[in-house]
């Protein structure tokens, strides 16, 4: 260990002198959360590995164990490999490089800091995606010796979208470029074209090694000619983002209602931005009403009640309000002149976080703030090219790709423009399936479109339909296996359905793709299509007063969940025809799973493209049991209660 | 309103409001949250979030114990001590096979820990049908725990797999699973060791007197200073017991928990002391010197 340098924060004097100083000094300290960008090559890890040896986050068990790693695994010869401090799972050892994002914590006499570290190559835009999303500032590093590369736009492009205000250009291995003030200029020059072309404000540029400590915790004699603020000096200087949210107008997404008795009913949430202080007058928001702030309850250390004069963003708090008003999670307690917008269309940027690409038209749960609706999203308008910023035609979002799209909500939100608020701009995907998070957006405006197509109001409304023929209008949904006898049941459940002197029609898979959707083929994005077009029209007919037979393989529950949200409660009956594969393939009456085991037949459901039962159908048929009349009787009998 | 200067929150301040934000995002929209309780700490800090966020309801999900027999003593004392004082309910598990074949630290060595503790809380977490179980591990006790999500997703047979594991954007946390699957949540992720006791001194949280330093009765043995906290510790030839002054960063199980001599006595000089020191507060714990990934295994496992 004797080669190692000495630790260049010393706060050791005072803690072994006036222990109850040292901590009075850092219980006032502030926090900044930031992101490292770069590549094992130019020195990240050996960056944050300095920044936790230089400020004692390092402790003597960890260096010794950290000296034994550098001497079988670090790339330093006999020298200590700081990489090694900040690569953590093990598989990730092995192989070199870090893939996910990891989080480290050291702190200063003014600051305690959360490093996201995030590996730098474009597969792993997602990582940084993450690591972005919560960082104050972004340390973009780059090797001085090669100047800046396609990464470097990358992380910039990323770090920018993203809404990090405080970008810091690390020129790194200045010790291998002999100090030289004119390759920084040169590179600063460079950067500062490129950031105007993004559109980027202000940016610092510093000069630094990591490896060898110049102009990391302080001014570097190497460098006299550099008069900016050390690394870690301007860390401890900026701006949070948390502070700058205060001048916001109040903003708080209500996460859970207090109501330990009667006589307490409380509104708990994170305010977003902006101040509250009792007295203030409040809007909840989407219903509208008014109340004004009670107070702004807390617990004491002892366990009492006590109450805030005032609370800002970045705080958790509960709220009470004068009057009682209807308020529960998802509502936006705001300002009351200033509450956020409701809309349900929306251009946003989406960055695209799972293996399964994006499905347009397919349903997904967006959850936004304390909000979580259904919303389904647009083929995208374009796709960026995260190295050159091209936009790029797309007729889908694979993992890692970032794209401009139109998305469309079951039910209006409240929201703000990502680039105002992050807190009511930002939001997740959610696969319903899976239950996996599969896109980050960005929201950016409402889409007037919406506004602008007014329904033209007609006098005979779908109740009038509906009365004159003198019965419930339905939309009876078939989903099964191909040869299941969906089509056969359904045919029979007309011909009942018919001489009981109901109106009905039925919609079949083959009358359909020869007509409506016969542009469609069957890769997943078009049976999605395919479904979500029959659902508008299932939904027209049902409006129309009648009792629709929709008699479709539909193998996505995403897409039948879709539909049954298109309509009115109770309307959309799931139907599942339930014929094992092995019975279906037998019968093969149209020959296409013969086809299909030969492989002349591609994304065929159930043998090379996934079908996916009900788990709760409202009714259910077991081919293997009953005939198709019998079955068909079988759900009269459900329908009607017979 | 813009015109006024910001007012500068402490990083404890966000600390505990992040925590606050969390316990209350799984109180929401989870069906049967669970906190997990370990008498130590990082658990005291916890519960003491907890009480907090939900003032003045209790929090809404009871504590669980997950007990293996060998803790301190003075560990169960405060146990029930802290339950009541934040009124809620203290379930204890302690898994029945393990019992009934008499695993101990001193015989058994890892499958101790193995039977009482990664069983045990899969039992315990099945047997109740909780979907939710906070927990109060932090990102900077150990390198494979710095990637670890605030969400943990666990498979329905509680296994930890580091590559699926969700990405965590903004404070929008997924806590959507299939019936069967659950959520380890650890809202304390961004807090440091040192936040964690300046908190307790803040917020003036009780906790367990044997982090402070007293005379206590100790053996050395393979490199770990232990506590003779009962007759159970059978004692090696050649071994007598020895007042010590000593004190312990972290609390587990007794047979497998190293003390430090110490003559810190109160908070303040406990902080002083480990600012100080030069050895991380895991070295204290006999399970993770076995292999450098260790922690990771037992994760994947199911432990924690």
Redesign the interface.
Known sequence: MSELPPAIYETEALIGEDIDAYLELHQHKSMLRFITCGSVDDGKSTLIGRLLYDSKMIFEDQLASLEADSKKLGTQGQEIDFALLVDGLAAEREQGITIDVAYRFFATEKRKFIVADTPGHEQYTRNMVTGASTADLAVILIDARQGILTQTRRHSYLAHLLGIQHIVLAVNKMDLVDYDQARFDEIVGQYREFADDLGMKAFTAIPLSGLAGDNVTQNSANMAWYTGAALLPHLEAVELQQEAAQAASFVMPVQWVNRPNLDFRGFSGLIASGRVAPGDDIRVVPSGKNAKVRSIVTMASDGAMQTLDEAVAGQSVTLTLDTQIDCSRGDIIAAADNPPAVADRFEATLIWMDETPLLPGRSYEMKIGTQSVAASVQTPKYQVNVNTMEHLASKTLELNAIGVVEIATTQKISFAPYAENRALGSFVLIDKMSNATVAAGLLHFSLRRADNIHWQATDIDRKAHAQLKNQKPLLLWFTGLSGSGKSTIANELEKILHTMNRHTFLLDGDNVRHGLNKDLGFTDADRVENIRRIGEVSKLMVDAGLIVLSAFISPFRAERDMVREMLPEGEFIEIFVDTPLDVAEQRDVKGLYKKARAGALKNFTGIDSPYEPPLNPDIRVNTTQMSAPEAAQYIVNQLFGL | ??E?P?????????????S??IL??I??QAEKPVMLYSVGKDSAAMLHVA????????PPFPLLHVDTTWKFKAMYQLREKAAQ?AGMELLVHKNPEAQAQGINPFDHGALHTDMWKTEGLKQALDKYGFDAAFGGAR??EE??R??ERVFSFRSADHRWD??N????????Y?A???KGESLRVFPM??W?E??IW?YI?????EIVPLYFAAPRPTVERDGLLLMVDDARFPLRAGETPKMRSIRFRTLGCYPLTGAVESEATNL??V??EM??????ER?GRAIDQDA??SM?KKKQEGYF
């Not at chain 2, 001194?201 to 949280?205: A, F, P, R």
């Open positions: 309103m813009s006024l910001p007012k500068r929150l402490t990083h404890l301040q966000r600390l505990e409001a992040e606050i934000h209350r995002e109180a929401a009480k907090k966020a939900f003032f003045p309801s209790p004082d990102r900077d390198k494979s710095a990637k580091p590559k594991q969700r990405p965590e954007l903004w404070n929008l997924n959507k699973k299939a992720s961004n440091t040192l936040d300046q001194q803040l917020e003036n949280i303040s000089e902080i002083q600012l100080l020191t030069t050895t991380s070295q450098s990934a990771e």
